[in-house]
């Protein structure tokens, strides 16, 4: 039989319940140490304490005051706060015990776990501690929470805390909170924040974290409580990880479609120009594409470029890119994660159809100085972090410019001598911790581009978002964050005419304010409740020309303003119904208010819509509701473990979208503008079902997914042939709303660990959108289904990195995809005397097909601890095999002959060496 060290103390033989414990006294002290509380005790009684000193602190004070009182209530009292029970024997002997409690009687069979035979209580079962250990769990630390209570019959506890940097106090964040003896895994959020659940009894947990120390410790629970961890830098380089994924959270999670990305796993993939840009290595996932190669703005799973919600530190971005598309505008040495929602989104947020981009700026170091930064070809990087009060606040500052216009001149092209590019961006970020329950975070974020591109024009576009955050803990089953976030976009239009009588300046803007309370309430293992409220004002002003020089005979153009209040409600739980069965259930009802003051023509309704149809002008005041949208939004997913390294993923959802662009361009461009939901346009919704499998093999070593999606969205919005977007006071009669559908099957195998690491992606979808009226002028394709501009039902994506040693890497990414579709000429004929061109019907061709190759050397720099700075050189050469891959295909008449073109952004090998430093 095994041997078992009982947590029981045998005194002459034989221990029962003292008789005499409801004995009464009478005792009165004052600011005394409890154990000097002890000896007053026993100077009035006969009554002999056993304890250890050590367990008690003479520097935490008690006083009390009682007459004829028994004496446990007297204990009960004095050790309320503390960890120790008691236990009285018949011969007025007290036994303290630090946690856990002492039973005067055993189960009949100790080793039986189904017995439960005591005569102090029938919850609880004693804790027996097996003296047989393994060699890895000797001398660990031991820490012990909470105590035994006699009346309690929870077997599970739940244990919260933070984990952060051992110097610089900042918060770990995704970090891998383990206790194998059980099979349990957690990990830290953002802020360092975890929540685990613990068998009672002993527990050995292990905290592992890319570039940390592990942490290794034996937890002994017998109730919920609070830890804090904090872990120290391991010196010795860790294996390359190409994305950070925690062990066994894509089979665990509830949520179907989440991606999450680490920026530091992105800089050995060779990208164009050098540049570290985690939204370009997203578009190497499944299901997430861009129209093509440069172009602005992201397609999700079927969705426009303006279905994706881009937030960064909960503030609105509206367009995320630099240098016509080239470039993210997001600092890479900033920014510290990526969390991408295509499947089921959360509750918490509305307003798109597609996705969710939610951006997270690091938090600066308490601790120190830092700074990184770097030096390539056409763009310079500089960040630094340092404490503003050491151990509790901190700012992180990060620019960056372009120097790019050597490039634009280094070129053949005779009409790009004169051209012109140039954008920087500039970040800073403040959070100061008050205690361990208040923290409060500030960001502000500025970029701007301007370029002129062999024409007239000078355009230029900026982004603006000022964001803050305060993040309160009420206890450790509740918590709160209130945030106020502000956005502005904006571009402008320079022209100057050679005779100087048409020059003007063009100017658009949008923006908007929001204030947003996040509730969250854990009341016990199984249930995590998130809910709020949320209320954003838009203020959006379409356009406004004006002439430039006094010889301009431009005619002054402004477009009314528009505003408009979308408010929310949202709860949900992620539900434990056991081991295997999570479901994730959340509502939203979405409001939506178009404000006045608002002048809306109203259409005939058995005519379309042109200005010849208006029957009325409705006029508005200031504020007054001119039309309301809105309803509920359900999110559900459901995740069901057939193995502990398999899952299964259900998920429905559907949205609302409020604001929508207006471009007749094949991509977003810096020049689209954002349109309100209003009178006559209705706001997009759409409703997509998922369901996927996840596989992990060889000790999650490799990882498998497969899912499929199916979308349908009503009141897409298109263009009629030529429509005029820009300057326009009866917008509505340019615009088509109709019906989209999107369907797919996406399949990712990432490798995660060892010298050879990385994924392949490959999606098959297909995006349709089908204009269908009364009218003919505003049918499309008889009304039929027809592909989207950015419809490619083949998108293949392979990223390798092999380590060859501690210091030299090789990196590849191998990218191929379908050619997006185009309308082609397919004939002429006359009318009147006049040559005309007959197209095909709209997007019944395809462009070539679209594939490349990147090769990339990685060089980190020596690994001596004290060094003034860190380098890391990355050697790169983007199109390898010179693919003159066409951007877009159009057609011109020449001479009475119809000429087809197409144009490349890069058609030849680009090489590329990048200095990366930090000190």
Known sequence: MKKLTLIVLILNFHIAVAQNASEKITIDYGNKSITDVLKVIEEKTNYRFYYIDSWFNDNYRISGKYSNTTLSSILDDIFEQTLINYFITKKNKIILTQNNIIYDKLPSDPLKKDKNEFSESKGKKPVFISQNRTNNTTNLKTIRIGKQNKNDGLQEFILTGKVVHSESKMPIPNLVFSVPNHNINTIT?????????????????????????????????????????????????????????????????????????????????????????????????????????????????????????????DAVIYNPTHFFGIFSALNPYTTGSLDIYKGNIPAKYGGRLSSVFDINTKKGNTKKFKGEGSIGPVTGNLTFETPIVKEKSSLIVGARATYSDWLLKATNEKKLENSNASFYDAILKYTHTFNENNDLSATAYYSSDDFSIASDSVYGYSNMLLSLRWNHKFDTKNKASLILAHSKYNFNIDYESSNGNSNFDFAYKVQETELKLLMSYKPNSKHTFDY????????????????????????????????????????????????????????????????????????????????????????????????????????????????????????????????????????????????????????????????????????????????????????????????????????????LQGDGKAYGVEFLLKKTKGNLNGWIGYTYSKSLVKLNSNFSENRVNNGNYFDSNFDKPHDLSIVANYKLTKRYSFSANFVYQTGRPITYPIGQYQFEGEDYVFYSERNKFRIPDYYRLDLGINIEGNHKIKKLAHSFWNISVYNVLGRNNPFSVYFVTEDGAIKGYKSSIFSVPVPTITYNFKF
């Open 189 to 313: 959020d953002l802020d360092g924040n975890y929540s685990i659940k613990l068998p009672i009894g002993i527990n050995y947990v292990r905290l592992k974290s890319i570039g940390m120390l592990d942490i290794r410790a034996k937890i002994i629970i017998y109730n919920n409580g609070v830890y804090n961890f904090s872990m120290a830098d391991n010196p010795e380089i860790l294996d390359e990880v190409v994305i950070d994924v925690n062990k066994d959270k894509n089979i665990r999670q509830s949520i179907t479609g989440i991606t999450q990305i680490q920026i530091e796993s992105t800089k050995t993939i060779p990208l164009v120009l050098g540049e570290r840009d985690v939204l370009k290595v997203a578009t190497t996932l499944p299901g997430i594409s861009t129209a093509g190669e440069a172009a602005a703005g992201y397609n999700v799973r079927g969705g426009r470029t303006d279905q994706n919600l881009m937030l960064l530190d």
């Open 532 to 735: 709020g409220l949320s209320g954003k004002l838009y203020n959006n002003k379409p356009g406004k020309k004006t002439p430039n020089g006094g010889n301009s005979i431009v005619i002054p153009t402004t477009i009314d303003q528009e505003r408009a209040l979308e408010s929310a409600l949202f709860v949900s739980d992620d539900y434990n119904i056991n081991d295997d069965f999570t479901i994730n259930a959340g509502l939203r009802y979405s409001n939506y208010a178009f404000l006045g003051k608002a002048s809306q023509i109203a259409y005939a309704d058995d005519l379309p819509r042109n200005e010849a149809t208006g029957i009325d002008t409705l006029n508005y005041k200031k504020n007054e509701v001119v039309k309301n949208y809105g309803g509920p939004e359900i999110r559900l997913s459901a995740r069901y473990s057939l193995s502990p390294s398999l899952s299964i993923k259900a998920s429905y959802n559907n949205n609302y979208q409020f604001i929508h662009t207006l471009s007749n361009n094949t991509t977003a461009s810096p020049t689209d503008t954002w349109k309100l939901s209003d009178y006559n346009i209705k706001p997009q919704r759409a409703n997509q079902y998922a369901l996927g499998l996840y596989k992990n093999i060889e000790g999650n070593m490799y990882e498998l997914s497969l899912e499929a999606y199916y979308k349908k969205i009503k009141n897409t919005l298109d263009y009629k042939v030529g429509a005029e977007l820009l300057l326009n006071n009866s917008i509505e009669t340019e615009i």
